[in-house]
């Protein structure tokens, strides 16, 4: 047994899955022959890694790493192993589960004790055959690793955690299928029954590169986006809220990529952000988990001129063909949640200059909203490419919605009752940003499925497409305390920013922010927790500081759910509050809420101020408007009538008298 140290370490621990059932079946010393097999693959592949083995017994192993990138290899290598060895001698089924977490951890006895290996052990047991769950902690401290990718699973209740964990799961960027099938056939059927039993559908989530092959119904789109791409070297999708953007491009564009869909396309290399609040900082993430060769001093280079990210190109990748995809998801978060706008103005540039570069190696997807493709029009340069280069996404045809609710299910083994995916596909085709509301609806059916069949009755349980959703998040308000329905109702104050003109949009929010909500913190915990459990809310970590982070999972909870929409009596109980927020960078002073997050109507007086304060905020912006060109310029969003009007509480400059005293 290996010696042990205090500290910050990175716990794994693999199982052997279906370990029992083949000693009965197949006896004493074939069990003996597998525990030795995996031993040995085990202590191979950890050892190779650069950690150590702590315990080893049986079908189990726990090891031991100073470093989460060393744990995550030692963990992918190890399945590998595990499923070649199985392949090449199906007799000795090695169907492990591997599990991963980073914390404290208090040598007891030559082994160790903590928090952390608690989880891990969790986690091992949650994982399938072949499969590495790890939580998100040891993703942020491993950063990318070149040749995996991060796959989150949502938030999870697990035996003996009194609350739901975050969950990633670790998967090669280039899956081998026809490895997988033959790892899948050389398993026992009882332990292999264990891989088909996901949902196939996706609830609120986008569809990611992971989830390409439970994608249906986009497949013209798909290959006329890659005929576009092959003649530009930018792309803005624009549609509605729900109507797929994120998606296509995720599930659809980037597979047929990694698949050689252009020329050279399988050796590329592909980078995915989100702008956020700062998209200079969410840029540099992007293009760090492209690969292990960082630039020096990448972030100075984005923020010195319009020519950094094409220096930064170059610098990352290698001397051949290879090019870079950079996705930029959801463009307008740019315009609703940037307060700088000379940084947002540089964004915008180092976009415009890198792919209007005869020799860029850089291609450049953007997504978009399309009730805000009027913002980019107003940075010339920019507003050229949008213009010349804009993919309009429009509605299914009724035989592509079929193929996206019925495929799945089939590929998963499952199948519709007669007549029922008729009835989904009357639902929603005729209405509009309904796809996110059918795979929310999907994804609760095939949970109420009758052994393998999805049923009416299920259907009229969940209330239909339109209702399941706001049914869900209904039902999970209705279970909480009064304290907790308190502050869920705060909470949901602070995760929206109000739409100019535009529809509302969901405003990501670091944890530290909820701290200053005046309510039980223990009841705001609870809130959190159930809406997490069922995906209704989403986490991430702020990619400059490692912050947890919370928003809403879609646009379409705000517009279903009556107690989220503006105007509504139970969404809010006051017109404004002040966000106690961390301190923005250079600045030595505190904020207020955007008027996003004070807004929110409860009453007729506070809804009157809102109407108020729109149409205030529309005149002071048409006034402003009217007095410059339409250019790049350094003048701040707030000076572009984006802050004036309103009640007192809620902007600087009072002018709604339904709010005065």
């Not at 080893?56 to 590998?80: C, K, N, Y």
């Not at 914390?103 to 290996?117: C, I, N, Q, T, W």
């Amino acid at each position: 047994m290996a010696a042990v140290e205090a500290g910050i370490k990175t716990f794994l621990i693999a199982d052997v899955r279906g370990y029992t059932r083949f000693t009965q079946q197949r006896g004493d010393e074939a069990a003996a022959r597998l525990a030795t097999r995996f031993a040995d693959l085990s202590r191979e592949a950890i050892e190779a890694a650069g950690g150590s083995v702590v315990e080893l017994r049986g079908d189990e192993v726990m090891a031991v790493f100073d470093s989460a990138r060393q744990a995550i290899r030692a963990a992918t290598d190890l399945q590998e192993r595990l499923v070649d060895a199985t392949v090449a001698d199906p007799s000795l089924p090695l169907a492990a589960g591997i599990g991963l977490d980073a914390g404290e951890a208090v040598p007891v006895d030559g082994g160790y004790r903590g928090g952390a290996l608690n989880l891990a052990a969790r986690l091992c047991s949650l994982a399938g055959p072949g499969e590495v769950l790890m939580s998100p902690g040891v993703a942020h401290l491993a950063r990318k690793v070149e040749g995996l990718d991060y796959v989150e699973r949502g938030a999870v209740r697990l035996k003996g955690l009194e609350k739901p964990v975050e969950v990633v799961a670790v998967r090669p960027e280039r899956e081998d299928a026809a490895r997988e099938l033959a790892f899948r056939r050389a398993l026992d059927p009882a332990v292999s029954g264990a891989l088909e039993t996901r949902n196939p559908y996706k609830g609120l989530r986008a569809f990611a590169e992971d989830d390409a092959e439970d994608f249906f119904g986009r497949e013209a789109l798909t290959e006329h986006l890659v005929e576009r791409l092959a003649k530009t070297r930018f792309l803005a999708v624009v549609g509605p809220s729900g109507s797929g953007k994120s998606s296509v491009v995720r599930a659809g564009l980037l597979p047929r990529l990694r698949a050689g869909g252009l020329p050279g396309s399988e050796r590329w290399y592909v980078a995915e952000m989100f702008p956020g609040a700062y998209p200079l900082e969410e840029l540099e993430a992007a293009l760090l988990r492209v690969g292990d060769k960082a630039p020096a001093a990448l972030l100075e280079q984005l923020e010195r001129d319009e020519t950094g990210l094409l220096r930064a190109v170059k610098q990352l990748l290698a001397d051949d063909e290879s090019e870079l995809v950079l996705v930029v998801d959801q463009l307008e978060e740019v315009f609703t949640l940037v307060e700088d706008e000379a940084r947002r103005t540089q964004f915008l540039a180092l976009l415009e200059r890198a792919v209007n570069d005869p020799h860029a190696r850089l291609r450049v997807v953007v997504t978009l909203r399309a009730d805000f493709y009027d913002r980019p029009l107003l940075y010339s340069g920019f507003a050229e490419l949008l213009r010349d280069y804009v993919e309009a996404l429009v509605p299914l045809r009724a035989e592509e919605f079929e193929r996206a609710i019925a495929a799945p299910a089939e590929r998963a083994g499952a199948k519709f009752e007669a007549g029922l995916v008729a009835e989904l596909v009357a639902d929603v085709s005729d209405e509009p940003g309904a796809l996110p509301l059918l795979q929310y609806a999907l994804t609760e059916l095939y949970e109420r499925r009758e052994g393998n069949t999805l049923t009416r009755d299920a259907y009229r349980a969940i209330g239909g497409v339109s209702g399941a959703l706001a049914g869900r998040a209904e039902e999970i308000y209705g279970g909480l305390g009064d304290q907790s329905q308190e502050a869920a109702r705060q909470l949901f104050l602070r995760l929206v920013t109000l739409g100019e003109g535009a529809e509302d949009t969901r405003r990501r929010v670091e944890r530290t922010e909820l701290a200053s909500m005046e309510v039980d913190q223990a009841a705001l915990e609870e809130a959190i927790q159930e809406f997490g459990a069922w995906r209704l809310l989403s986490f991430d970590r702020d990619p400059r500081t490692g912050t947890p982070t919370i928003e809403v999972a879609h646009e379409a909870l705000m517009r279903e759910w009556a107690r989220f929409r503006p105007g509504s009596t139970a969404v809010a109980r006051r017109c404004a509050f002040t966000v106690a927020s961390p301190r923005r960078r250079g600045s030595g002073r505190r904020r207020t809420a955007s008027r996003a997050t004070c807004c929110v109507a409860a009453t007729s007086r506070s809804s009157s101020c809102l109407q108020t304060s729109r149409r205030s905020r529309s005149r002071s912006r048409s006034a402003s408007s009217s007095r410059r060109a339409p250019r790049r310029t350094s003048s701040s969003w707030r000076a572009r009538g984006g802050r004036t009007g309103g009640c007192g509480r809620c902007s600087p400059a009072p002018s709604c008298s339904s709010c005065s005293p």
